[in-house]
């Protein structure tokens, strides 16, 4: 089990950054996979930034060059640095953890965050 708490959403103009938090309950070591995912209204949800198993990333290609996932390992927590920001980015985000147990994978989701980009 695994709880996340995202937070760092909110309003911004198009062309501004914000950055988004989500803390673990457990040590992010123990987690196998870990990131970002956004829902906009009418649409699926859809990948956006995540850790793989070791250090590899994963961006969309939508958001290459604009957003940069990183983590910080003693506070148990992964950001998502989102520069440049387009009206389009509109959506609520959501972190998402994977752990492997007991050859099942189970996969965990944070309450969400409302981000708004205006034109």
């Known amino acids: 089990q695994v709880q996340l708490v995202e937070s760092g959403g909110g309003l911004v103009q198009a062309g501004g950054s914000l950055r988004l938090s989500c803390a673990s309950s457990?040590?992010?070591?123990?987690?196998?996979?870990m990131g970002w995912y956004r829902q906009a209204p009418g649409k699926q949800r859809e990948l956006v930034a995540t850790?793989?198993?070791?250090?590899?990333?994963n961006y969309a290609e939508s958001v290459k060059g604009r957003f940069a996932i990183s983590r910080d390992n003693a506070k148990n927590t992964v950001y998502l640095q989102m520069n440049s920001l387009k009206p389009e980015d509109t959506a609520v985000y959501y972190c998402?953890?994977?752990?492997?147990?007991?050859?099942?994978?189970?996969?965990?989701w944070g309450q969400g965050t409302q981000v708004t980009v205006s034109s």
């Open positions: 850790f793989n198993s070791g250090d590899s990333t």
């Open positions: 998402k953890a994977d752990i492997v147990g007991h050859s099942t994978m189970y996969v965990f």
């Open positions: 457990r040590s992010i070591f123990t987690i196998n996979a």
